[in-house]
């Protein structure tokens, strides 16, 4: 008697019409609970499941690309203007996505553990954040003093330079770094490239004396957006008003702006990474991450492929701190801590290391688990403390719970649970690389 296979019953099922139904049907499901539940985090989740049925099940290109579109342009607006937090979920997993590609760039592609990458996102937001506020004209004044009659140095439309620019900046950043580390590999690298990280912060963090470049610990507010025209709101409440329910104020469409601006970046990244993995460049950087002595033998450049991962990587950071700025009016340091770094890097390793589907359903995981699962439970435990509410089986009162208990509070231990589970049952990721794959099937076969 053969054994069952989920792998065989899957391929059984993913074929001829019935791909389309049943993604179709999980769309369809999803958009309804969400919307009939707009608070239902459950239902939400069953909606963005609903990507990796697209993504998984054999439907053709246009399909998928037409259900693609239909979702992100139109129902995750809707919905998300129904639910402000959905949207906000929604913008940062675009946001985390677009930083893990990047770092996809230097650990997946050229094989370099870069435990600072953080630090380019940094220099991004903080490029938007000085030029786009009235910081150039508080330089003069002592740490903390904001006055309210100072003019902005730029206005706000001056936004969509600043995210080129914040590329090239960035992209400048990440060449500088590269520059004194590329002698020293590995572990040496990883604490080096740390260091940098950390650099950053600190000096963000202090460079509020003698000149007042960053405003230190308090941070810069506020950042200027760039303009909504009125216009622009009485349309979306025009057409999508009674789909919505109520009536959408500016707000509410800056907050749609920055999401449709950051699918925008994430497409070109998308883009620009397929590109470049299937480039000479690409080529040489999976050769420098294989063997790097080979590499040099093969004539391979090794300092200037190095250099071009970093500044690749450093890039698509850069773009996304400058919208980070915009969208939030506010950053300050412990915006970009090391656990930063770390949670992308675990995008990375959770999603497949040099996978760029992968990395995406690694981002919108662990943004999700952040977000809506920690939060979402501890706030829940929150509401037992506040109860009468006691297990009967033990007799024990809710709210005699320690806060320490919290699961929001555990975000470290989920990481570090994340890294080792995934390196002993699933090096390759949960969508791995086709180069990975090809890898561990002939070691396997050895």
Same mark, same amino acid.
């Given at each position: 008697m053969s054994s069952f296979s989920f792998k065989d019953a899957f391929d059984k099922v993913n074929q001829g019409p019935l791909p389309y139904l049943i993604v179709f049907a999980h769309i369809v499901t999803g958009t309804l609970l969400v919307y009939f539940q707009p608070r239902s985090n459950l239902a939400f989740l069953v909606l963005m499941s609903s990507f990796l049925s697209l993504y998984f099940f054999n439907t053709s290109n246009r399909f998928k690309i037409t259900a693609a579109v239909v979702m992100t342009l139109l129902i995750m607006p809707i919905l998300g203007v129904r639910n402000i937090f959905y949207l906000e979920v929604i913008f940062q997993i675009s946001v985390f996505a677009a930083l893990a590609l990047g770092l996809n760039i230097v650990v997946g592609f050229a094989g370099l553990l870069d435990l600072g990458y953080v630090a380019f996102y940094a220099v991004g937001a903080y490029l938007w954040a000085f030029f786009g506020s009235q910081q150039f004209f508080v330089l003069p004044y002592a740490p903390g003093t904001q006055p309210s009659d100072l003019p902005f140095l730029l206005a706000g439309d001056f936004f969509y330079l600043f995210m080129m620019l914040g590329v090239i900046v960035a992209a400048m950043t990440g060449i500088l770094l590269g520059l004194p580390v590329l002698r020293v590999r590995g572990d040496y690298l990883a604490i080096v490239t740390l260091g940098f990280g950390e650099v950053i912060r600190v000096l963000a963090n202090n460079l509020d004396k003698p000149l007042n470049f960053t405003n230190g610990p308090q941070g810069i507010t506020p950042i200027q957006r760039p303009s909504m025209p009125d216009w622009v709101v009485d349309w979306f409440n025009t057409i999508?008003?009674?789909?919505?329910?109520?009536?959408?104020?500016? *707000?509410?469409?800056?907050?749609?702006? !920055?999401?449709?601006?950051?699918?925008?970046?994430?497409?070109?990244?998308?883009?620009? @990474?397929?590109?470049?993995? &299937?480039?000479?460049?690409?080529?040489?950087? @999976?050769?420098?991450?294989? &063997?790097? @002595? /080979?590499? =040099?033998?093969?004539?391979?450049?090794?300092?200037? @492929?190095?250099?071009?991962?970093?500044?690749?990587?450093?890039? $698509?950071?850069?773009?996304?701190?400058?919208?980070? /700025?915009?969208?939030?009016?506010?950053?300050?340091?412990?915006? !970009?801590? !090391?656990? %930063?770094? +770390?949670?992308?890097? *675990?995008?990375? +390793?959770?999603? #497949?290391?040099? *996978?760029?589907? #992968?990395?995406?359903? #690694? /981002?919108?995981?662990?943004?999700?688990?952040?977000?809506?699962?920690?939060?979402? $439970?501890?706030?829940?435990?929150?509401?037992?403390?506040? *109860? &009468?509410? =006691? =297990?009967? +089986? +033990?007799? $024990?009162?809710?709210?005699?719970?320690?806060?320490?208990? &919290?699961?929001?509070?555990? %975000?470290?231990?989920?990481?570090?649970?994340?890294?080792?589970?995934m390196m002993i049952f699933r090096p390759q990721g949960l969508i791995p690389a086709k180069r990975r794959e090809r890898k561990l099937a002939l070691e396997k076969t050895e």
């Open positions: 999508f008003g009674p789909l919505v329910g109520h009536e959408v104020n500016t *707000s509410h469409m800056y907050n749609l702006w !920055f999401y449709i601006l950051a699918l925008m970046v994430i497409m070109v990244i998308v883009f620009v @990474t397929k590109r470049l993995d &299937d480039s000479a460049m690409g080529r040489a950087w @999976t050769a420098v991450r294989e &063997d790097e @002595t /080979a590499a =040099i033998a093969q004539g391979i450049p090794l300092v200037k @492929t190095k250099l071009s991962a970093f500044a690749v990587g450093a890039s $698509f950071a850069g773009i996304m701190g400058v919208l980070l /700025a915009a969208s939030r009016t506010f950053i300050s340091p412990e915006s !970009f801590s !090391f656990m %930063q770094s +770390i949670g992308v890097l *675990s995008m990375v +390793i959770l999603g #497949g290391s040099g *996978s760029i589907p #992968g990395v995406i359903l #690694g /981002a919108a995981t662990i943004t999700i688990l952040n977000l809506q699962v920690l939060q979402g $439970f501890s706030l829940y435990l929150n509401e037992l403390r506040q *109860s &009468d509410a =006691i =297990i009967p +089986i +033990i007799n $024990f009162a809710w709210s005699d719970l320690s806060t320490q208990l &919290d699961p929001a509070k555990y %975000q470290r231990l989920l990481f570090g649970l994340i890294l080792i589970l």
